[in-house]
């Protein structure tokens, strides 16, 4: 069984700090692994990442793949409020996305 | 921009009830996924199809059952809702080869009373 754990489960930082959320997986078949920021309502896509050591970056977010070591960071400098999501983390293989619990953040101003 | 329409956003039904949840998207994407999401749970992958007659089991269709007579619609049905499958209940598309990961519709939360 595919297997995606995200840590931590949630976390409160003040606006302007440095959060690291860390996603480590087991999945047979990787083709890809995948951030979703989840507000309200639906979630949102992030970054899609299949190659090691390769930063993908959007404005104050990154994320890092490692696929020896078998896991994902998404960093995010410079909170604001409006980061206060759930982040999800995905891995794609056997041709359908496993999703982590997910880490929720919280950005007080 | 790619629409995925859940008929219902919120919806509350009786214990025993059949009760029927739609996605339809626009951008006749292959793939169609059913999930819920459970807090403490994550997403969890009921039902998905490749392509219009065909359906695959997730990891928990237990209690589930989908129809996907038209590319563009994929149906989730309760035939006899009971109190633990009150969830958010999402809808997703995508494409084969999952170039730009999938896209999610707003999502229905359904209560079983």
């Known amino acids: 069984e595919d297997k995606v754990v995200q840590s931590p489960l949630s976390l409160v930082v003040h606006e302007g700090d440095t959060v690291t959320l860390n996603c480590s997986y087991e999945?047979?078949?990787?083709?890809?692994l995948l951030w979703y920021k989840q507000e309200k309502k639906a979630p949102t896509f992030l970054f899609m990442l299949t190659s090691s050591g390769i930063e993908k970056k959007s404005g104050r977010l990154s994320s890092i793949l490692d696929k020896k070591e078998l896991f994902s960071i998404l960093n995010i400098t410079a909170t604001q409020t409006g980061d206060s999501a759930v982040y999800l983390c995905?891995?794609?293989?056997?041709?359908?996305?496993?999703f982590g619990k997910g880490n929720q953040v919280v950005v007080i101003p | 921009d790619v629409k995925v329409t859940q008929s219902s956003r919120y919806l509350v039904k009786r214990t025993g009830e059949k009760v029927f949840l739609e996605c339809v998207q626009d951008m006749d994407h292959e793939n169609m996924f059913w999930y819920r999401q459970d807090p403490g749970l994550g997403l969890r992958l009921i039902y998905f199809?490749?392509?219009?007659?065909?359906?695959e089991k997730g990891d928990i269709p237990e209690g589930y059952s989908v129809s996907r007579e038209k590319k563009e619609r994929f149906s989730l049905i309760l035939e006899s809702a009971s109190t633990n499958q009150t969830s958010m209940y999402l809808c997703a598309i995508g494409r084969n080869l999952l170039a730009y990961g999938y896209t999610f519709g707003s999502g229905t939360r359904l209560t079983v009373v």
């Open positions: 995905a891995v794609y293989g056997n041709n359908r996305l496993a």
């Open positions: 199809s490749y392509d219009v007659k065909m359906k």
């Open positions: 999945v047979t078949n990787f083709r890809s």
